[in-house]
């Protein structure tokens, strides 16, 4: 499954890491762009929250279907913790000092928010499948996961702020993020 490369792929369209060039921030920044550097930096270290918070996916086997629903389930509530955690984090950075970032931070929350309600129903759905059709309850985990990509689009719109994208690629943790590896793996294991 793609977790880690669709959350490195969020946080790249959000403005966290993205980029060419891992220079060092400019010492001889405006104090406007000081400001802008700063809250990039909140918002990449809230965002790299999902990637920080531990997640234990399930070994995926089919020689017993009621152990794998129950450790789907389970791994299905991390990542749903794990985007709801983001998403608090992202509306606990503070004022924006450029026009529209609070705007943008905010769809970015909301959509962080949306994928974790896309997990915690999958982990409902899980739940309540019989034990003993293998299929049953993770299929709502696979469309949860393929949901993921929808997910995607409404975060390009955080591009839309140059001086926000400018910042980032300044700011310490939007480059730090960029290298930042889970605890454990981020997929079920086979």
Do not use: H, W
């Not at 469309?143 to 591009?159: C, G, H, N, W, Y």
């Amino acid at each position: 499954m793609r977790f880690v490369p669709l959350v490195a792929a969020v946080l790249v369209v959000a403005g966290c890491g993205s980029g060419g060039d891992s220079t060092a921030p400019s010492s001889s920044a405006p104090p406007g762009d000081e400001a802008a550097v700063a809250y990039m930096d909140k918002v990449c270290t809230a965002a790299s929250a999902f990637v920080t918070t531990p997640k234990t996916p399930p070994r995926l086997d089919g020689g017993d279907p009621a152990a794998l629903k129950a450790d789907m389930a389970v791994y299905m509530g991390q990542m749903a913790d794990a985007f709801t955690r983001t998403a608090g984090q992202l509306r606990e950075v503070g004022p924006s000092p450029v026009t529209g970032g609070d705007e943008q931070v905010e769809r970015m929350a909301v959509t962080f928010t949306d994928i974790a309600k896309n997990f915690g129903d999958a982990k409902a759905a899980l739940e309540a499948a019989d034990a003993n059709d293998p299929v049953g309850g993770l299929q709502a985990a696979g469309e949860a996961i393929t949901r993921l990509d929808s997910f995607v689009e409404p975060l390009k719109q955080l591009e839309a702020s140059p001086e926000l994208a400018a910042a980032a690629e300044k700011a310490d943790a939007c480059q730090s993020l960029r290298t930042l590896t889970p605890p454990e793996s981020a997929a079920p294991t086979t």
